[in-house]
């Protein structure tokens, strides 16, 4: 535990300008990113009495080791930095909202010639235009299943649009009047893009012109005597009024806001945001986390916002912001989402009328979402806490294995060895954490060669970390871990294999288990648990027994443990596979220098095959646009310098089928696919 006054600045040395800071721990990693109006009285309150200080702070400022900062012009300036840090550096001390779940989006891709009406999740695009998000993706299908009546634009995938393009025939929407067709030509691209414009018009709340032109329209048929057109016109207004039900009026003078809420306790917060446009909710969402640093509700909205609006921009930052309590700097912050908008935006608390019920609402599904999330993980705590016994009482550890690492090996026949490591922290995957490694001392099958051989790789590295960091010095004062040491730096970012396990486990049995227990005791580790699972009786094995550990079918620990090996298995064939396919699909142009992709493809489009472009001269070579002579001459050796390929054969005949016909139906080839 480190003293704050041993790096606390000097008197005067920290400017009174706005500005951003950065706590670091004795490892050099940014445990905590800060920013403030003044940067000299914020760091001043961090280094009082250590007993004075709320104690997660003081749990931070014991942690650090060294503080820096950064000076900018504006408080806004300040709050862009802060976010762009938090994002990069993950401080363990600061809060961080994450989703809890991807919640999907209505988006019509105008980006498109012939836009798409489709569910999105994940980060957005440019050129679509996104509605929500919704809790439920069947809700945004209902809503879109009721629209396509009055609006059908398109909403097949673009292997069905050029399908029914290529036969002449649209699909089933399209015979029943909820498609306008335009992959056979009933609509022109123009009249199709005006259809999606005015779905977005009404979707984004524009509702009342389109209800009254139809039943302007309806009036109009009825009183000429055409009562099937009125008929159809009063369906698709029923419609459209269904789909506004769905969303209903909350807030009558149509605004556009965007409303958050926070319940909070001691240790967590949960966040809510209600999205308000045209008047109507068109999406929720909501976050829960930790409060693993002093911060008050104004401090937990401020993290809100920077979360929700920090890549947005345009449109997607409401014009009016409503929320529980104010930020520090109010001013800075409505200036920030003004900047992401391009316009004024309103950051202020709802005093009374419908903002403040409807702010009530929001409030308390807030409420809700804490309880359900303190309920699920409760749940989940004990599941994982009494797994993570289990195996420690199993093992014989001494405490349980809040970190598990797990290795396996996977190939095809000898070819494309590779291998994974998956990470398990508190009994949950840690995908940032996740490695590959590809097999590079030997080639061949041979799991335990292998798996010593990744141990080693994975382990070297993790004492090179400690060397790094001064945590761990060879005993004869030389670097003992074999390759270079890597130089210092000061970025602060979490490096790859910083962290050790607490047990490491094997796909395998006793042998492998060996070669794992062997490369450590060759690199001098002597404080990490190593175990194997077998598949076929799901028996544990430790090193140097002859016996495996035989763990109850129904233990928790044994399911873990499980759930561990599937990940690395699922990992490595993962990769495996893709090396694998990468290979299949590389021909003789690939290893050309400075030849790339578009080039590559141009040369076999102009030629048809790899063995008429072998054929060619120089010159010819030359007429392919983008080619030039001293490619032509680089192509054409590297073609003669490799070896001829085998014939395809059909092997349904027998018979060798020539590059200049195309290959009958059933045809293979001995070396493969050749592009």
Known sequence: MADPSSYRPRPGQVPDSPGVYKFRDEHHRVIYVGKAKSLRQRLASYFQDVAGLHPRTATMVTTAASVEWTVVSTEVEALQLEYSWIKEFDPRFNVKYRDDKSYPSLAVTL???????QVMRGPKKKGVRYFGPYGHAWAIRETVDLMLRVFPVRTCSAGVFKRSAQ?????????????????????????HRELAEDFCDFMAGRTGTYLTRLEAEMQEAAEEMEYEKAARL??????????ME????????????????????????????????????????GWVTDKVEAVDTAGLVEHALQQLYG?????AVPKEVLVPALPEDAPAVAEWLGGRRGSQVSLRIPQRGDKKSLM?????????????????RAGDLTTRSRALEEIAEALELDTAPLRIECFDISHLQGDDVVASMVVFEDGLPRKSEYRRFEIKSFEGQDDVRSMHEVISRRFRRYLREKLRTGEWSPADGEDEVGGEVPAETDDGRPRRFAYPPQLVVVDGGQ?????AQRALAELGIDDIAVCGLAKRLEEVWLPGESDPVVLPRTSEGLYLLQRVRDEAHRFAIQYQRGKRAKRLRSGPLDDVPGLGESRRLALIKHFGSVKKLRQATIDQ??????????????????????????????TATGEIIEDEAPAPAGATSERGSEQ
């Not at 009063?234 to 789909?243: C, E, K, P, Q, T």
């Open 234 to 243: 009063r369906d698709d207004i029923g419609a459209l009024r269904r789909a």
């Open 246 to 285: 769905k969303n209903a009026v909350v807030l009558a003078d149509a605004t556009d806001a965007d409303l958050i809420a926070v319940a909070e306790d001691e240790l967590e917060a949960a966040v809510q945001i209600f999205h308000v446009r045209g008047g109507r909710v068109r999406g929720q969402r």
């Open 111 to 117: 980006n498109e010639q012939y836009p798409r009406v």
């Open 311 to 315: 890549e947005e921009s345009g449109e």
């Open 360 to 376: 009530e609402t929001v409030h308390r599904n807030a409420q809700q979402s804490l309880a359900l999330h303190k309920t699920k």
């Open 511 to 515: 042998p492998q288990v060996a070669a």
């Open 621 to 650: 070579i030359c007429e392919v646009p983008g080619i030039g002579r001293k490619t032509a001459e680089t192509v054409a050796v590297a073609l003669a310098q490799a070896a001829p390929a085998a014939p395809a054969v059909n």
């Open 167 to 191: 036969i002449g025939r649209p699909c089933l929407l399209g015979y029943i009047g909820k498609c306008s067709a335009p992959c056979v030509g009933r609509v022109t691209p123009e009249e």
